[in-house]
Nanobody, 124 residues
Framework: VQLQAYGGGSVQAGGFLSLSCAAS????????MGWFRQAPGKEREFVAA????????DYGDYVKGRFTISRDSGKNTGYLEMNSLKPEDTAVYYC?????WGVGGRQQSMYTNWGQGTQVTVSS
């Protein structure tokens, strides 16, 4: 599975960005797509995940109510809509896929394929 993430950019606090992650190649019969982010000097952290077939979703506490994860099965593309962005949301955002759901898709170790990352910068 190859993943291509795009849609990052620079916005002011309170703004909106939408990220996309297109999956190509051989995919699993069912899988989880997750989004993670890594800020400079910090560990990569969980943002959101979606179970592809049933649409189960989970969010990191710090993005609940502001971010929305979704998918378009026909396009094999997942999305992360980010509203009310804060400077602390600044990071490189990665999408990933894995065959299981685990505990809400939060464990990085369950993901087998990762995209290249896209930069999101939020200025105050």
């Amino acid at each position: 599975v190859q993943l291509q993430a795009y849609g990052g950019g620079s916005v002011q606090a309170g703004g909106f960005l939408s990220l996309s992650c297109a999956a190509s190649g051989r995919t699993f019969s069912d899988y989880t797509m997750g989004w993670f982010r890594q800020a400079p000097g910090k560990e990569r952290e969980f943002v959101a995940a979606i179970r592809w077939s049933r649409g189960f979703v989970d969010y990191g506490d710090y993005v609940k109510g502001r971010f929305t994860i979704s998918r378009d099965s026909g396009k094999n593309t997942g999305y992360l809509e980010m509203n009310s962005l804060k400077p602390e949301d600044t990071a490189v955002y990665y999408c990933a896929v894995g065959p299981t759901w685990g505990v809400g898709g939060r464990q990085q170790s369950m993901y087998t394929n990762w995209g290249q990352g896209t930069q999101v910068t939020v200025s105050s």
